[in-house]
């Protein structure tokens, strides 16, 4: 298994929550996908450090199976290795990070409300997971099922 990119392990946590949305989105308008995706990260997170001693934001972001867009051979990993790698450049040249990172900083200073009742996991609709049928549908948003 390989590391995680250098590039992304640099990032600080709003940075790399930002990139997880955008990563996680696509060019998707910003709606309240982006908050519910970020508000799961943060539940995860709250719910693994209630288990577990010093779980990050990049340990929960970063670990093997977890968010598609940062795994090996995800086509949109190497366009986030670009980003994490130029974030100053990209984060001047790029509304829809800009917008994502606004998001992932609210969401962290506790600015927005969880929008997602909890949830700690989501899928796009269309996509079938193993894990769905074992966890409580919470929430629907645009394209997106949050699971608590």
């Not at 962290?108 to 894990?131: E, F, I």
Request: with cysteine.
């Amino acid at each position: 298994m390989k590391k995680p990119s250098e590039c992304f392990l640099k990032l600080d946590d709003t940075q790399l929550l930002a990139l997880c949305l955008y990563g996680e989105t696509g060019k998707m308008p910003v709606t309240g996908q982006q908050l519910g995706i970020a508000w799961c990260v943060m539940n995860r997170l709250k719910v693994l450090n209630r288990r577990v001693d010093q779980i990050t934001l990049q340990s929960v972001v970063l670990s093997s199976r977890q968010f598609p867009c940062f795994q090996e051979g995800n086509p949109n990993r190497l366009g986030l290795m670009a980003i994490a790698c130029g974030w100053d450049k990209a984060f001047q040249r790029n509304k829809h990070l800009r917008e994502c990172y606004r998001i992932a900083e609210s969401v962290m200073n506790g600015d927005l409300p969880d929008n997602v009742s909890g949830a700690t996991h989501y899928r796009r609709s269309k996509d079938q997971v193993p894990w769905s049928e074992a966890k409580e549908l919470v929430a629907v948003i645009g394209d997106f099922e949050f699971y608590a």
